[in-house]
């Protein structure tokens, strides 16, 4: 099949319709059949596109599709057997779209992975959008995708929803397609494409630069070696005001004792001078009892001093202790309270998830001349459910449903 590049436009296609079409027999159908085409999704495919859509943080992205086409009975039938990844995309008018090299991409894979196929249609993933029709989508599709018979997947990865669109019968816009069928059998070039283009390892690759990164941050972190550490160390610097203090005494005890010994010697010399004069000998008993009792006064005050520095030295250090040791009490508290806080919203999300999931039986496409009535009858037996179904779609008035709405039928 050759596929050409128009300057135009833009646009690889594949004219003509393919002869070698042989339906798949292993099959699931997925919603209701349209009356004048069917579409084909090959199971890995289909597979690889929900992994696409979700790599790379639940971005934006599209892909095209590669396959074959045909009329069988009178109706279209397209099998979709390849899925390509659009590289080096564009915002356009805050839209995603293909550029020339994109294109010239997809047409090289197609010439490696899947030569002799068509290329059927194109994807769009929109996580957390659902799978509604962009107008944008719709004018990217006009442009570049003009055969009657090519498509567009949307794939809402989040809430796990898809939806074909289709040309509409006046071919003047695309309509969501009503269902369609995913099929199951070797495809060998799909699974050539995936080993080769694969998403897991691209993932991993971020896991261990993001579990290096938040080692580089642990590092940085003080561990409680390191508060141990700098308790050590604050300790230690009280220790050594202390040892200080003590040495700055003892200094002042020596320089008292000098002073002591000289009057000493100086009340000897006197003594000695007034051996004659016992007057004056008795005076100098007085002062010098005087002496000795100012310096033993003295002593007891640089002693009491001396006692109350280290008090207040070991006061100070435990002082110091009890505070790092609460802070640490505080910070482990405040870690386990966020941990238990984390685990509660974590289980209290993770059951709100199942909770929504196990209470949605189906979703139903609403089709020309359906009612409320007729779907609840459809599936539950009975038009009593009218009005779970209202409350689960948040509709008002039960007359008031549109052609192509997409209803959730919720269990009862």
């Given at each position: 099949?050759?596929?050409?590049?128009?300057?135009?436009?833009?646009?690889?296609?594949?004219?003509?319709?393919?002869?070698?079409?042989?339906?798949?027999?292993n099959i699931k159908q997925i919603g209701s059949i349209e009356g004048d085409i069917k579409i084909y999704v090959e199971d890995y495919v289909h597979t690889y596109l929900y992994?696409?859509?979700?790599?790379?943080?639940?971005?934006?992205?599209?892909?095209?599709?590669?396959?074959?086409?045909?009329?069988?009975?009178?109706?279209?039938?397209?099998?979709?057997?390849?899925?390509?990844?659009?590289?080096?995309?564009?915002?356009?008018?805050?839209?995603?779209?293909?550029?020339?090299?994109?294109?010239?991409?997809?047409?090289?894979?197609?010439?490696?992975?899947?030569?002799?196929?068509?290329?059927?249609?194109?994807?769009?993933?929109?996580?957390?959008?659902?799978?509604?029709?962009?107008?944008?989508?719709?004018?990217?599709?006009?442009?570049?995708?003009?055969?009657?018979?090519?498509?567009?997947?949307?794939?809402?990865?989040?809430?796990?929803?898809?939806?074909?669109?289709?040309?509409?019968?006046?071919?003047?816009?695309?309509?969501?397609?009503?269902?369609?069928?995913?099929?199951?059998?070797?495809?060998?070039?799909?699974?050539?494409?995936?080993?080769?283009?694969?998403?897991?390892?691209?993932?991993?690759?971020?896991?261990?630069?993001?579990?290096?990164?938040?080692?580089?941050?642990?590092?940085?972190?003080?561990?409680p070696e390191q508060r141990m550490d700098a308790a050590k160390d604050i300790r230690r610097v009280l220790k050594k005001r202390a040892k200080e203090a003590e040495e700055e005494?003892?200094?002042?005890?020596?320089?008292?004792?000098?002073?002591?010994?000289?009057?000493?010697?100086?009340?000897?010399?006197?003594?000695?001078?007034?051996?004659?004069?016992?007057?004056?000998?008795?005076?100098?008993?007085?002062?010098?009892?005087?002496?000795?009792?100012?310096?033993?006064?003295?002593?007891?005050?640089?002693?009491?001093?001396?006692?109350?520095?280290?008090?207040?030295?070991?006061?100070?250090?435990?002082?110091?202790?009890?505070?790092?040791?609460?802070?640490?009490?505080?910070?482990?508290?405040?870690?386990?309270?966020?941990?238990?806080?984390?685990?509660?919203?974590?289980?209290?999300?993770?059951?709100?998830?199942?909770?929504?999931?196990?209470?949605?039986?189906?979703?139903?496409?609403?089709?020309?001349?359906?009612?409320?009535?007729?779907?609840?009858?459809?599936?539950?037996?009975?038009?009593?459910?009218?009005?779970?179904?209202?409350?689960?779609?948040?509709?008002?008035?039960?007359?008031?449903?549109?052609?192509?709405?997409?209803?959730?039928?919720?269990k009862r």
């Amino acid at each position: 099949m050759q596929y050409l590049f128009h300057d135009d436009n833009n646009l690889y296609s594949a004219a003509g319709e393919q002869d070698d079409v042989t339906l798949p027999s292993n099959i699931k159908q997925i919603g209701s059949i349209e009356g004048d085409i069917k579409i084909y999704v090959e199971d890995y495919v289909h597979t690889y596109l929900y992994q696409y859509a979700r790599s790379g943080g639940n971005k934006e992205k599209l892909a095209a599709l590669a396959g074959k086409r045909a009329v069988i009975e009178g109706k279209e039938v397209i099998i979709i057997s390849g899925a390509i990844q659009a590289k080096d995309t564009k915002q356009q008018k805050g839209a995603e779209s293909f550029t020339e090299d994109t294109w010239r991409y997809i047409n090289g894979q197609m010439e490696v992975y899947f030569k002799g196929l068509s290329l059927v249609g194109w994807v769009h993933t929109q996580p957390g959008f659902g799978t509604f029709l962009m107008a944008k989508d719709e004018t990217f599709h006009r442009q570049y995708f003009k055969e009657p018979w090519q498509v567009l997947f949307v794939i809402d990865s989040l809430d796990k929803l898809d939806t074909f669109f289709i040309h509409n019968t006046e071919k003047t816009g695309l309509r969501p397609a009503k269902g369609y069928f995913i099929y199951y059998e070797k495809n060998q070039e799909m699974q050539e494409y995936m080993l080769d283009n694969s998403l897991v390892r691209p993932r991993l690759e971020k896991q261990k630069e993001n579990e290096k990164e938040e080692g580089e941050e642990k590092k940085k972190r003080p561990t409680p070696e390191q508060r141990m550490d700098a308790a050590k160390d604050i300790r230690r610097v009280l220790k050594k005001r202390a040892k200080e203090a003590e040495e700055e005494n003892r200094s002042r005890l020596t320089m008292l004792a000098g002073v002591s010994s000289i009057l000493c010697i100086a009340c000897l010399f006197m003594g000695v001078s007034l051996l004659n004069n016992i007057s004056r000998v008795r005076k100098l008993e007085t002062e010098i009892v005087t002496v000795q009792n100012s310096y033993y006064a003295m002593a007891e005050q640089l002693e009491e001093a001396q006692t109350q520095m280290v008090f207040a030295a070991q006061k100070a250090e435990q002082q110091q202790q009890e505070r790092l040791k609460k802070e640490a009490e505080e910070r482990a508290a405040q870690q386990k309270r966020e941990q238990e806080q984390k685990a509660a919203e974590e289980e209290a999300k993770r059951k709100a998830e199942e909770e929504q999931q196990n209470s949605i039986l189906a979703q139903y496409v609403v089709e020309a001349g359906d009612s409320l009535g007729y779907i609840s009858s459809k599936f539950y037996g009975t038009s009593a459910g009218i009005k779970d179904i209202m409350a689960a779609n948040g509709i008002n008035d039960r007359n008031k449903i549109i052609c192509g709405q997409t209803l959730i039928i919720p269990k009862r």
